[in-house]
């Protein structure tokens, strides 16, 4: 007889910062099959009060009995179990980590345009990709020779159910025609975001535009403004090219995937050679 016993430490873990209207905390799962004990780190996140209606909640029964031993009010109904992740978001870890190399981040930007031509060829748009929903799971040492390898979290609450303003703190990863008819959230808005996702990859996980006010933000779209460009041209290139106003100009997965492989050429000899200056 399988059974799970949900032990819900409700440790409240400011670390794990939190989305837009969720609550996230460290948990344990302890399964309990055959008078043995496996213990899971888990994430959950907790749906703030006013948002319960419009979490689509997808039951999971993944375990046969779920007993939840309550430390807190939370229950099942608002909390959404997820595998922990055991690096976190991805922009906590560059502000945390500061310097990684060149070809780190590329290795990083690359899975990310892989899981979007996957995602493409499957006709899904995620609708919120930014580097707090890229999860780190393995940190990649280069020395051990290991690369980092990273998980897409969940897009959250669809971006037709947001308020505007949560719509509008979202520039610059959400791409302009979706301030106008959210309904036209299309596969060419995920490459807006990538393109936003590679400036807070290359700028230390610095969130773009950070302390504009919405009104700001608004005319950052309204004026047809770029982000500050990387001083690496081929770089700020490809990121100008996702980030362009028109959402047929912007370019294909294979051709991003494409030029990050150029980059990476060229990035890792650009290192070398800044390397060779330093000795
Ligand atoms: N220090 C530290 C540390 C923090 C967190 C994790 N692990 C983890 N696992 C997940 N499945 C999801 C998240 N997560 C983090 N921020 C969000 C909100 C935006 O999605 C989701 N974090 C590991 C280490």
């Excluded at 496996?38 to 006013?50: C, I, P, W």
């Excluded at 290991?146 to 979202?170: A, E, Q, Y």
Aim: aromatic letters at 8%.
């Amino acid at each position: 007889q399988a059974s799970s016993i949900f032990i819900l430490l409700k440790l409240k873990c400011e670390s794990l910062g939190q989305g837009s209207f969720t609550r996230i905390f460290k948990g344990s799962k302890i399964d309990i099959r055959d008078g043995e004990r496996h213990v899971t780190d888990v994430l959950l996140k907790e749906l703030d009060a006013n948002h319960k209606n419009c979490w689509e909640v997808r039951a999971a029964a993944i375990v046969t009995h779920l007993i939840m031993l309550r430390w807190s009010s939370l229950n099942l109904a608002d909390v959404m179990v997820q595998e922990f992740v055991k690096f976190g978001a991805l922009d906590l870890f560059l502000k945390r980590e500061g310097s990684v190399s060149v070809s780190w981040k590329l290795d990083v930007a690359k899975q990310l345009a892989s899981v979007l031509n996957f995602l493409e060829e499957k006709n899904i748009t995620h609708g919120n990709i930014c580097a707090k929903n890229l999860l780190l799971a393995r940190e990649g040492d280069a020395s051990q020779g290991s690369s980092p390898f990273i998980k897409l979290s969940d897009p959250g609450i669809n971006v037709t159910m947001l308020g505007r303003d949560v719509v509008l703190d979202r520039i610059p990863w959400v791409a302009p025609e979706v301030l106008e008819a959210p309904e036209r959230l299309e596969l060419e808005c995920d490459k807006w975001s990538f393109g936003a996702t590679l400036w807070e990859i290359f700028n230390g996980g610095q969130a773009p535009l950070q302390g504009l006010d919405l009104e700001r933000k608004l005319q950052f779209y309204e004026t047809y403004k770029q982000l500050p460009s990387s001083e690496w041209t081929e770089l700020a290139d490809l990121i100008s090219q996702c980030m362009n106003y028109q959402p047929a100009f912007r370019p294909s997965c294979r051709s991003i995937i494409r030029q990050l492989n150029s980059l990476i050429t060229s990035g890792t000899s650009r290192e070398l050679i800044a390397v060779k200056k330093l000795q």
